[in-house]
């Protein structure tokens, strides 16, 4: 045992906290192969470790996880007696792990509000459509954190069964306010677009609202036209009281707003990074 796994063993949990945030750093200023070695060790022999640290590791399993982790990080997310499935799940998302596809299903299912929350982000991130029809039930349940997750989910995963359930929700609205919908259907273009842009012509003014919101979050430069025309032309009200014509003239700062950090990226040392606007 080197001594950076012996200081997450040593001492009372306060220090040994504060030795595990210390290799955190060490791993992501320069790869530092002890704190490393150690971080793995944590996550590979976890029920020799304080809960506490496993999750602290885990929040930022991006740093240290591996394909070597891959064993333990399942029989972790299975383990209801050590009882930290949910971060668990976080190192399964870092690792893109398929295998740990059932094991997220079974924690969605729980209903344990953080399990469920990890699970619904582990599984967009793995991006195994046969995880669709399991995420679809949650666009329409409560609460609303758990359908941005499901929405956001849906569309890393995409595909054809993951836009239908979206547009359904999109269609058919269960809920007044489904910015989330319309944001996650914007990650579908440019094969959206001539939906959205029929949508955005329905009598329905609650459609064409979230219709400009999503066609904003797409950044496309065929969408200004028609946003531009709602902003000028359109005096519909949803029924939270919202205006289409000021969704399309938000819509329309997000749509430059992509195309200029689009733009942005294009230049050499000029990094930039996309802000959607749901």
Not at 47 to 55: A, F
Not at 261 to 270: C, K, M
Request: net charge negative.
């Amino acid at each position: 045992m080197n001594p950076d796994q012996r200081a997450l063993k040593d001492g009372d949990l306060d220090t040994r906290e504060e030795h595990l945030y210390r290799l955190l750093e060490r791993a992501k200023a320069g790869g530092d192969e002890s704190a490393l070695a150690a971080l793995r060790t944590l996550a590979r022999d976890y029920p020799n470790y304080h809960r506490s640290l496993y999750s602290r590791a885990m929040n930022q399993a991006d740093v240290f996880v591996d394909a070597s982790l891959a064993e333990p990080l399942l029989a972790a997310l299975a383990d209801t007696r050590y009882n930290c499935q949910a971060w668990a799940a976080m190192g399964c998302a870092a690792l893109r792990l398929p295998a740990a596809v059932p094991g997220l299903l079974t924690l969605l299912e729980r209903g344990d509000w953080m399990g469920q929350e990890q699970a619904v982000r582990a599984l967009g991130r793995i991006g195994d459509e046969s995880a669709v029809p399991a995420l679809v039930p949650a666009l329409w349940s409560e609460p609303e954190w758990l359908r941005e997750r499901a929405a956001e989910a849906l569309a890393e995963i995409g595909g054809e069964e993951a836009l239908t359930a979206l547009w359904e929700a999109f269609e058919h609205r269960g809920f007044t306010r489904i910015g989330y919908v319309a944001s996650a259907l914007s990650k579908f273009a440019p094969d959206i677009i001539p939906r959205l842009l029929a949508a955005a012509d329905d009598e329905d003014p609650d459609l064409r609202y979230w219709a400009a919101v999503a066609l904003g979050s797409t950044g496309d430069e065929s969408v200004v036209p028609t946003l531009e025309r709602l902003m000028a032309q359109d005096k519909g009200q949803t029924v939270f009281d919202g205006w289409v014509s000021v969704a399309a003239k938000k819509a329309l700062r997000t749509q430059r707003r992509i195309q200029a950090a689009i733009a942005a990226r294009t230049e050499p040392g000029s990094p930039s990074e996309v802000v959607e606007e749901a």
